[in-house]
């Protein structure tokens, strides 16, 4: 593999072409997806629905768009239409009359191999009620006291990574960044700002 630009020619204007090719489908591990998308649209609504309920208290963001709002927020997911994506999306994360609650957030830790688990790469997801601002305080919530408060051990400053980073679509996210405007600017489609955790050294 080498990098490409997006002025690179290639098919469809993507640089690769993947192509998956499997035998003996993991049915004790994995839900085999349906020819039609059926199964992997539920799942992006459900998680869509969840992030909706976590902001607001309710999920009538979600549930109250018109079915035609609803297929084509899906289909610019499918499409990669960021503009069709983002005129409904914006509706769901800027909600009119209803105060930020939670941000949803999902923190995703790598795990060591074990004596039980002897197999490396798999990942612990951290989840956890998580204001827009600190508790009792109108002080907002940075990314330094949200991982401070959740993970202590890895994060043992509010300001500076000292054992641990964070990384959000794929950069390192500044620990003095709010919380809340992590969420209205990089969540991820599905509503979510999903976080790993990467080892400094």
Not at 98 to 110: E, F, G, Q, T, V
Not at 120 to 139: A, E, I, M
Not at 178 to 199: C, F, K, N, Q, S
């Amino acid at each position: 593999m080498q990098d490409r630009s997006p002025t690179d020619e290639a098919e469809d204007g993507l640089p690769w072409r993947l192509t998956l090719h499997f035998a003996d489908w993991p049915e004790e591990t994995l839900v085999r997806p349906d020819a039609e998308g059926t199964m992997l649209h539920d799942a992006y609504i459900n998680s869509v629905k969840e992030a909706d309920f976590l902001r607001n208290g309710t999920a009538k963001g979600i549930m109250s768009l018109s079915k035609a709002d609803s297929t084509n927020m899906w289909n610019a997911v499918q499409e990669h239409d960021f503009d069709a994506f983002n005129t409904i999306s914006r509706r769901l994360l800027y909600a009119q009359g209803a105060p930020l609650r939670h941000i949803p957030l999902k923190i995703y830790l790598p795990s060591s191999p074990t004596a039980s688990e002897p197999t490396s790469g798999h990942l612990r997801v951290v989840q956890s009620l998580t204001t827009p601002s600190l508790p009792n305080s109108r002080d907002l919530q940075t990314l330094g006291t949200v991982l401070h408060t959740l993970l202590p051990t890895l994060f043992p400053s509010r300001r500076t990574p000292i054992l641990a980073k964070a990384v959000l679509h794929g950069t390192v996210v500044p620990m003095s960044a709010p919380i809340e405007d992590l969420m209205r600017t990089a969540a991820y489609l599905d509503g979510w700002v999903h976080l790993g955790v990467v080892m400094i050294g």
